[in-house]
């Protein structure tokens, strides 16, 4: 019955794959795991518009020092048979316990391209140190991480836009608490200010709810703010996106 209440949801809303963003705890799920999640989206008549878009999220964690993830994500979409998005992000994350599973170092890479952000590829790799300092009965947890990043960005129009190589502070801050047994409600927030110049900086708020439809299938459902202080000519400096996908878990 949960399942056909909320099918109206997911096909009223501009849908897009989306992967957890809640930070992950060693031990939590121990071995091989993931998740794939995609959508389809489509109106025609007054308005004609298409979105498409695919997610997978793959996992090994080793138990008790160490934890690997990667995420993959392409969105696609067209408005008036003009196309309006399109993006791939790639990351890989690696998670090791320095004092139980309070403090965690984390290594990552990732690489982008956004066309309508003018992002031909940016890539950047970096380093955190993670605390978790809140853990009520694995119900409610609180994360800080603070680290460094280097990042190279290559725009499609470089003449416009010249390269850029950059290294910047990388800190967030993340917020998630369980209910009813298999929903997740979790916000991440990021601040990333560019050594030497602390005028620009990039920050990203996200939400997400996630709540289960039938066995391993859920539905996702997110907002995201970001600010560039110093974004590409021709960029708006704010982005909002409000997202909605089903997910299949194994």
């Not at 990042?151 to 967030?172: A, C, D, M, Q, V």
């Not at 459902?221 to 600010?227: F, G, I, Q």
């Amino acid at each position: 019955m949960r399942f056909f209440l909320l099918l109206p949801l997911f096909f009223s809303t501009s849908l897009f794959a989306l992967i957890s963003i809640a930070p992950v705890d060693i031990g939590s799920k121990p071995g091989f795991s993931g998740k794939i999640s995609g959508s389809l989206g489509s109106k025609s008549g007054n308005t004609n518009k298409d979105d498409y878009s695919l997610g997978l999220r793959l996992q090994y964690d080793e138990g008790n020092d160490y934890l690997v993830w990667g995420t993959f994500t392409y969105s696609y979409g067209e408005s008036e048979g003009i196309k309006n998005e399109d993006r791939t992000y790639v990351h890989l994350r690696t998670v090791h316990a320095l004092y139980e599973n309070d403090w965690c170092g984390e290594l990552f890479i990732q690489s982008e391209q956004d066309e309508f952000k003018d992002i031909n590829e940016r890539s950047l790799a970096g380093a955190n140190v993670r605390w978790r300092f809140f853990n009520s009965d694995n119900l409610v947890k609180g994360y800080a991480g603070l680290g460094a990043l280097a990042e190279k960005i290559g725009y499609s129009h470089p003449l416009i836009n010249p390269y850029e190589n950059n290294t910047r502070l990388n800190s967030y801050i993340a917020y998630t608490r369980n209910f009813m047994a298999t929903s997740k409600a979790s916000y991440v927030g990021y601040y990333q200010p560019k050594f030497g110049d602390s005028s620009d900086y990039i920050t990203a708020h996200d939400l997400e709810l996630i709540v289960p439809i039938y066995e391993k299938l859920y539905l996702s459902m997110s907002a995201k703010y970001t600010y560039d202080s110093r974004p590409p000519l021709g960029v708006e400096k704010q982005d909002t996106m409000y997202k909605s996908a089903l997910s299949y878990e194994f």
